[in-house]
């Protein structure tokens, strides 16, 4: 069974810093596309930044560009979102998602625009005020 468990959310006032935690539990850590999803009740769930796990390649949405910094810890199964510079904006409720797909499609970007995911964390709330 496929576990993923977000923490590090939290209130931040706008410029400021945070860290998101992913564990992940129960498939392949090392060969897997994974990534973190927002969203909000008033937009449609964006995808903000991917890795490949087995390479590290990675991929960003351009509104997180030089902000964020998506890593990963092969020996802890965990999977960490750097978020500095953060603007009201960014304020969401943050997923924690993984897929087996083509290495191809994390590298380039494209499994951050799909619509669904196969698996997905409670997430974890982000608050940036002005």
């Known amino acids: 069974q496929v576990q993923l468990v977000e923490s590090g959310g939290g209130s931040v006032q706008t410029g400021g810093s945070l860290r998101l935690s992913c564990v992940a539990s129960?498939?392949?850590?090392?060969?897997?596309?994974m990534g973190w999803f927002r969203q909000t009740p008033w937009k449609v769930r964006e995808g903000v930044a991917s890795?490949?796990?087995?390479?590290?390649?990675?991929a960003y949405a351009d509104s997180v560009k030089d902000r964020f910094t998506i890593s990963r810890d092969i020996g802890r199964n965990t999977l960490y979102l750097q978020m500095n510079s953060l603007k009201p904006e960014d304020t969401a409720m943050y997923y924690c998602?993984?897929?087996?797909?083509?290495?191809?499609?994390?590298?380039?970007?494209?499994?951050?625009?799909?619509?669904?995911?196969?698996?997905w964390g409670q997430g974890t709330q982000v608050t940036v005020s002005s």
């Open positions: 129960g498939f392949t850590y090392s060969r897997a596309c």
């Open positions: 890795i490949y796990t087995r390479d590290g390649i990675t």
């Open positions: 998602a993984a897929d087996y797909i083509r290495s191809a499609d994390c590298y380039s970007g494209s499994w951050l625009r799909r619509s669904y995911t196969n698996y």
